[in-house]
C-alpha cells in the first residue's frame, strides 16, 4: 500500500457548516495531471483515468491517517467523493464529538492543518516509467491504474511525500531492467549498422 500527501495549494481542505449545523469536511484527496516533488528516486503524476475500474466501495476518512478518528465512511454514506478531470474530491461528514471538533475541526479552520492525502494500491502493470530524462536526474512514474483506494482525508504535512513500498520498488527494477535492455539492443543494432557501412 502507498501513501500520498497532497500540497496545500492543490488539496484545499477545510471545514465548512451547512445551513442545518452539521460540519462537513471537504478536499481533494488526489490530484492528476500534477508532477509531485521527488518521491526518493523518481517523481509521479497520477494519469485522469487511473480510477477508472478501481474499487472505491468502502473508502475511510481519517484525520493524519490515523483509525482512532475516523472521520467519514462510504459504507454508511458519511464520506462522499466525486471525479472530475482535476481529481478526486471528497466530503466527510464526522461525528459532531468534542474530540473531533478540539483535534480536527479547529486545526482546519485556523489552517493548522492544510493537506489532504490518500492511501490506495496500483494494479498489476499499473504503471509505467520515462527514463529519457534521467541524464537530468527525472525519473518519472505515471500512475495509469489504482486498484484500490483505501483512506482519504486531512494531514498536518502539506507537502506531496510518500511512503516507499516495496511494490514500487519492484515496478521500478522491472521498469529499468526493461530499459536497460532496450538499450542493450539499440547499440547492438546501430553497431551491426556501422559495421555494414565499412
Known sequence: METRIV???????????????????PGTGIVFNQRS??????????DPRALNGADLEDIVSCFNHNMVYVLGRTTNKTLTYTIDDKGFHYDAVPLPTQTIKDLVIEPIRNEYVTGSSFMFTTAENGDEWDFSQERDGVILRYVTRIEKVFEVGPVTLPAYTQTTTDVVQRSYEAAMKAHKEQERQYLSQYARMRMQMI
Open 7 to 25: 500540497p496545500q495549494n492543490l488539496s484545499q481542505v477545510r471545514a465548512v457548516s451547512g445551513a442545518d449545523g452539521v460540519v462537513h469536511i
Open 37 to 46: 516533488q521527488k518521491l526518493g528516486w523518481f517523481y509521479e503524476i497520477i
